[in-house]
């Protein structure tokens, strides 16, 4: 029946696309996205580039829940209306109605060692491109995750043609080039470390707020952020659920104040599109396999990975950087290891393993450029 339903969806698709396209295209860019009501700051800053270099500039943004099932299927027509049209679409997540759809392709070229590949076209009218929404590779995804717990069956993901009809697929830095191209199924050489314009906010962020290695405020409380990735699967263990339920009795109140920011996914809420205030405030960031360690690290603040269940994670989703191998130094595998470093991090932040912090990070914002925006709107500008 799901396969029956797909099929009807992509006829109908293509077919409001075949009548869509008369008329030809014309000098717009458009972004999509499924998670939240509004456009991320990426796709602003990015929305900016291109309108600086002539564009028009099409924001489609609708969380997809149940409520608003009738709201995103007028989204979805809305879509296939401006992928007619437009010259350059951006998505920052999986996107059903551009995987489904037939567009203008052209093959592309597979090395040897290259055998994971899945997609050997790409679109070339419109120009898509994947602006995935999270730095680094840390934890295994798309492709690199299925028939997993925590990941879909091989054989949903090729009837829904996942991650399908992308031009290019942007990530950090260069250290995230092949897993990237593994998750999404493209050659290396389709997988460009242009980054996103958050880096660029980072980066700035940090020059002007000075943001140091430094000891912590005398007149206030260190303000420790807990900050885990989201379970997909219901029956995953959940160590950070097991914390929050006795965080009052976890550190010591009158050192520490305790920020909780559970995964939007997780508590049913829509994904930022921005840095979350509670990392901008926070001293000290606790986390396990998210990626905003590495938001984290643009800021200069210190992160301890709290892993209790790295055995079992490993197995399903599966790591990309392990921390327990690359960086020993500031893993926790239980409770009382965590309690320790953060006080020893407390009473001497100067002696912070800042290399074992670095040698984590490794290459996953290798070159990047100094402006992703204008690099984007140059790289899809050579593809028209």
Known sequence: MKRVAVKIAAFLFNVLYA????????????????????????????????????YQAVFLSQRLTKRAALAYAVL???????????????????????????????????????DYVRFTEVPVEPVVVQLWHAFGAFKKFGYQTVDTAEGHPLSEMELFKIHRNYSWVICSGEGARRPFAEAFGYPVSRVLPLGRPEYKELC???????VQPKTVRQDTKTRVLFAPTVRKYDKSVHPFADLYKHREELLDQELFEEIWSFHPLDVGEAVAGSVPPTLENADVVVTDYSSIVYEAYLLG?????????????????????NPVVSAPDIVALDEQQLLEKLKA??????????????????QSFEGAPKDPAKALVALTGSDK
């Open 19 to 54: 009548i869509c396209k008369l008329g030809g295209r014309r000098k717009e860019v458009l972004f999509v996205t499924r998670q939240a009501d509004t456009p991320s700051d990426d796709f602003v800053a990015i929305g900016n580039a291109y309108k600086g270099a002539g």
């Open 76 to 114: 979805v027509v809305r879509e296939i209306y401006h992928l007619a049209k437009c010259q350059v679409c951006f998505v920052d997540r999986y996107d059903p109605v551009i995987s489904l759809l037939h567009f203008t392709t052209a093959p592309v070229e597979v090395e040897p060692g290259e």
């Open 204 to 210: 700035d962020e940090r020059a002007v707020r000075n």
């Open 301 to 321: 603040k210190p992160v301890f990975f709290y892993t209790p269940d790295v055995d079992h994670y490993c197995k399903t989703p599966g790591l990309n950087i």
């Open 345 to 362: 991090w407390h009473d001497a932040p100067e002696e912070y393993p800042w290399g074992a912090f670095e040698s984590f990070v490794g």
